[in-house]
């Protein structure tokens, strides 16, 4: 995902009988769109991105999927 900082937002038991976890996590990546410009900047620019993220027991990613902003 290229992240730079990642912060979980929420956690819990998965809920469809399965061991592991559901979690929430608010991730910082660059913005590709003023990446692709290739502007000399001083500074990297971030944006806020957020993912729904599936644990199994010993906390390994089962899988990920992307939340639109609108959800949040």
């Given at each position: 995902m290229g992240a730079r900082e990642t912060r979980i937002t929420k956690i819990a038991p998965v809920e469809h009988g399965?061991?592991?976890?559901s979690a929430?996590?608010?991730?910082?990546?660059?913005?590709?769109e003023i990446k692709t410009l290739g502007l000399p900047l001083t500074q990297e620019?971030?944006?806020q991105e957020y993912y729904l993220?599936?644990?199994?027991?010993?906390?390994?990613?089962?899988?990920y999927e992307y939340l639109s902003p609108s959800s949040h």
């Open positions: 399965a061991l592991g976890w929430e996590a608010e991730i910082l990546v660059p913005n590709l620019i971030l944006e993220v599936e644990l199994d027991i010993d906390l390994i990613v089962r899988s």
